[in-house]
């Protein structure tokens, strides 16, 4: 079940707020519980169980960790224990075909494959596990005792799919006691029906764009190559963002504050603060429990190499289990170091615009790698982009004629500019005006969603196979 459907906006969503509402608050996280297992179950029924068998053995080795408070040998051994069930799930389920693969090509070797199907979110909710358990067995989080609380925290179904991702330390105080006002439901409700807009309205149109260029192979000009590159990188813009603006307005509905996972990346001045700005609770995670552990900037120049080329290797192949996502860990490493050694001393001293054009280029370069699964297809894409069959084509100036409006949008809709000029239209209005404009524009864009949501074929959600 995906937050942009019929099904979940017209049926799910409704009957589970008024059902939260009804319960007692001692029962709510428990109903929470039942119901984020149907929405994942949706789905994929059978991968319900491996969620539960995540969240007990998370449960019991956090448990055993407290009981062995101060016996440090013995608590070290079962994080271990821990994180290697939850890495070993996620490696059984995610990777074993993609490794028997590349045995049999290179070895010439012909074991089967396992066609093993890979659990929605997986990554998600094995990282969230993780972080509770290292946070556990570091002392900066109180062991959760609760049963029914800790697997609502891993369930929670608005953040289960596509995250963010919410480590323990970010809701546990809110596990156990919470509150929902008046603008905390409307705030909510405001902000899903933003991320709902992005995604039907933007994400889906662009997509669409995409899939027709790249269906042509690297058999395109220079202009088109571009266009459907750019296309591209507004797509996985909109479409995560706008799920991360509908899970955290779900949140809100249900009393949760998560964290944000977006800060306008494409108004990055390089590549350092690109990923400071796009998915920032993944990048945060990868910087607590692996970055800093492994000795972070305090160690030196050839020791952060190594540091930065673990975590991005990892950091690709977390999205997923193909050449393409290794190539697009391995080129932000590389990137990354050189900003790291003289470039970004270099780019401060040039006009923001130049930076800015810097590292939207980079970025437009990085999601054609991320989202080309065929590497044969890759690079004759690449070279296209880059004039190797011309500059435009018969068609193209047409092509983009038709597309330049919904481009331009896009252009505004990635930056702060909407934003600010809301708050500055509003600025001056009483707060009973400036809801009201709000609630209007919001009830607009709803129905202007479900209107192309119910006649449109296309909605596929990217992340949701991560």
Known sequence: MVFSSTIFLCVYLPLVLLGYYICPKKGRNLFLLIVSLVFYAWGEPKYVFLMIFSILVNYIFGRLMDKNRGRQKRMKLLLVLSVVIDLGLLSVFKYTDFIITNVNAIFGSSFDLLNIALPIGISFYTFQAMSYTIDVYRNDVRVQ????????YITMFPQLIAGPIVRYADVQDQLADRSVTTADFSEGVMRFVVGLGKKVLLANQMGAVWSEIYALGGDVSALMAWTGAIAYTFQIYFDFSGYSDMAIGLGRMFGFKFPENFRYPYQSVSITDFW?????????????????????????????????????????????????FVMWGLYYFVILFIEKLFLLKALDKLPKLFRHVYALL????????????????????????????????????????TKAALLIICCVASTELPKRLFLSATGAMNEKAAFTIKSVMTIALLALSMILLIGDSYNPFLYFRF
């Open 362 to 401: 980079l970025i437009v370069i990085g999601w054609v790698i991320f989202a080309s699964d065929d590497v044969s297809v890759l690079l004759p894409y690449l070279g296209s982009m880059f004039g190797a069959n011309g500059a435009v084509g018969g068609m193209d100036v047409y092509t983009l004629f």
């Open 145 to 152: 005792k609760n049963l029914i609380d800790f697997g609502m």
């Open 276 to 324: 400071r700005r796009w998915h920032i609770t993944l990048s945060t995670w990868f910087k607590e429990y692996l970055y800093i552990p492994l000795g972070g900037n305090r160690c030196g120049l050839a020791r952060q190499a190594l540091n930065l080329l673990i975590v991005w290797s990892l950091t690709g192949f977390w999205h997923g289990a193909g050449w393409n």
